[in-house]
């Protein structure tokens, strides 16, 4: 249901090459100026992925007092663990922070979700949770810590209180960005590059890899005979053997 470690490793690599290379970009700065050292980053073709990027979005919310936009700071994380073999995801998890203002030194946080991919041959069989799977806030990584996120902020969010896990679609930095701004088309450079045949063609390429086996496998579950009377939540889901 998750797609192949070389299939997202190439997928983020090409992502962030693709970012470097497009001038719509340079409205974002920081995650333009980011992408342009992907080749050090990581390996295309072998070990860990570990990227950390954060933009500043033009956002107007139905909370704000007034109706101008505000320039608020976004952080995203993208961690893929690989096998020992080097051959499977041990598991991967794409984190969003979105603050209230622009340095989070001094802003609260508005919303923080991770999305998370954990194998059912890796984690813990005692305690139940979806394979691929949506989480409200959760610690913060060393490099929110490095950006000057405050503990204080995250108490509100009780970030040790770890459920409900929401089962969730796949992600991928190509498809979390899209949807971050079709969010947030409030902001300008997000128009112009979602408007982008070359961003286009990428999101399409991006949704093929990780959804494709997602949605295949669900179906293909879902129609077989032998599988009929199973709960698909509990079986499919959840990985729960029978």
Request: charged share 25%; net charge positive.
């Amino acid at each position: 249901m998750y797609p192949t470690l070389n299939a997202l490793r190439g997928l983020e690599w090409r992502t962030l090459k693709t970012i470097s290379e497009m001038g719509e970009f340079v409205g974002f700065y920081d995650l333009y100026n980011m992408a342009k050292g992907y080749r050090t980053l990581f390996r295309e073709d072998r070990g860990n992925v570990d990227i950390h990027v954060n933009l500043l979005l033009e956002i107007r919310l139905r909370a704000d007092k007034t109706k101008t936009l505000k320039k608020r700071r976004v952080d995203i994380g993208v961690l893929v663990i690989a096998s020992e073999d080097d051959r499977q995801i041990k598991r991967a998890s794409y984190g969003l922070i979105i603050c209230a203002k622009d340095d989070p030194k001094t802003s609260s946080i508005v919303r923080k979700v991770h999305f998370d991919y954990e194998s059912a041959g890796s984690r813990n069989t005692a305690e139940a949770k979806p394979s691929v799977h949506m989480q409200v806030c959760g610690q913060y990584s060393h490099h929110h810590i490095s950006a000057g996120y405050r503990q204080s902020v995250l108490k509100q969010w009780f970030p040790s209180f770890e459920k409900p896990r929401i089962p969730s679609m796949p992600m991928s930095l190509a498809v979390l960005l899209n949807w971050l701004m079709l969010e947030f088309q409030t902001d300008r450079t997000a128009i112009a590059i979602l408007k982008h045949p070359r961003w286009r063609a990428l999101v399409a390429e991006a949704e093929r890899t990780t959804l494709l086996p997602y949605y295949k496998a669900a179906t293909e579950f879902l129609a077989s005979a032998g599988k009929k009377g199973l709960p698909f939540t509990e079986h499919h889901l959840y990985e729960i053997p029978d």
